[in-house]
């Protein structure tokens, strides 16, 4: 195409009409937009910048002296300010600017209508902030953070910050970080309804309730979405979370029903994680009913499922560690530990847990300690496991009344195995409630061998019935 005069002077016409209509759409846009959205990179390079600013002086000046919440305030509040944790130069101490802004920029702000615009156009931004896309992971986690850590001028958390974080934790738009810092935001809301706390908190908390539904039912809302280790942790979070909402939400007890009905789903599920499960056996055990007797029956037989898929997987726990150090060579169990006790160990090794004092041999000396393979962490995991299945039967066996006896014996023998590996928790005890609770079967026999009673690795006394005692090793609350 060749192009004339005519056509040239016709294009950069046209060129800057349009640029002329883009420019003013960009100002009206702008003119029904808030002043600031923290959408602008920072003025100032990193925090130390920020904090020697003459701007920060006068904005400090103008707001103690009691001046209302102006666009300049809000421009360096929202764009100077609250960005700062997003920059790379802060990088190494966002925890710390974190925790200097709401005393900075905010608590000193002496009116309460200042105070109460400063506060919550910082909540929206902290909310875009945790959003915004291409930004450092560390920055929108503490920019969430710092949303959830908002107070009111009466101290207490921010009331218009929660809808805000519920959003946030149900958005699979946003980093799994981020929302995983949402729901402590929520926690700290959970945690200021206890106690004395005053009906309005306790209401705000009760209200949280469809959220936490919602965190439940994540795998039908996202079966692809996020992954599995992101759900369940925040579906255990919600159950723990429910446990100390529920008590508040007895003047409702319809506002329970779809966390009862969530928590069916994920007992039943075998692809879900052991805890995940127990810990939705006891929401279900302080949501039961009298009048659900045959209901009842069907929990019990998933709490003995979840049992003996816990110490399935300790069995397998174990294989895999010997399975391990017969690959290395070394055999902590079966002599291992007697060669090494050789030129490579010397007496500071042999300590109090290689060793006991109470267990001589013929000559006197001090005989080695079978160790445990299982860490003790591990076990009392174990222990906290059967020890909530067990409470969480019996809550529903003390809730049936007459017709909850039938359960009563089965919560018994596991509060008594879980106590009995919290007292010594070891290999021993966590293989003598495998043995109590998934019996193996005997092993075949070689024609000709004798019948010598075969005994259970890990074998022990069995725990008689305990008594229904408030004591637990574990606070199930």
Known sequence: MKWTHRSVCSFRVNLLAFCGLTFFAIAIQAGFCPTALGQGAPRFENWSAFEKSADLATYKKELEAGS????????LLLNDGLPQLLE?????????????????LLEKITS????????????????????RQNSSIEGSVNACLLLGELRQKDGRLLAAATPLLG?????????????????????????????????????????????????????????????????SWLQQRSLDLALNIIPLALDDPKSVDGLRTAAISLLKDADKAINLRIRAAVLLSRTFKSDQAALAVEISELINTVAVAAVADDRQALQLIKLEQSLSGMDLQG???????????????????????????????????????????????????????????????????EQGKPFQDQAAKLQGLGIEIYKSPSDETVLAAADAIDPLPEPTKAEGEDDKPNKPAGSMPQPGTVPNTPFSPFQLR
């Not at 209302?68 to 421009?75: E, K, M």
């Open 335 to 401: 002599g291992g530990m007697a060669m090494m006790a050789g030129p490579m160990m010397d007496s500071s090794m042999m300590d109090g847990s290689m060793m006991d004092s109470s267990l001589l041999g013929p000559d006197g000396t001090p005989l080695q300690k079978k160790p445990s393979l299982l860490s003790q962490s591990r076990c009392l995991q174990t222990s906290w496991r059967l020890a909530s299945l067990g409470d969480a039967l019996a809550s529903i066996a003390t809730t049936l009344g």
């Open 68 to 75: 209302a919440f102006n666009d300049r305030n809000r421009q």
């Open 88 to 104: 790379e130069a802060n990088r190494d101490r966002i925890a710390a600017i974190r925790a200097q802004i709401p005393g900075l």
């Open 112 to 131: 309460a209508d200042a105070f109460r615009d400063a506060t919550t156009a910082a909540a929206e931004a902290l909310d875009e902030l945790s959003r």
């Open 167 to 231: 959003k946030l934790t149900l958005d699979t738009t946003v980093t799994p970080a981020v929302r995983i810092a949402a729901l402590v935001g929520l926690r700290g809301r959970v945690e200021a309804a206890g106690g004395g706390s005053s009906s309005d908190t306790k209401a705000a908390a009760v209200d949280l309730l469809p959220t936490l539904e919602k965190l439940l039912q994540l795998d039908q809302a996202e079966p692809q979405a996020t992954s599995t280790v992101v759900h």
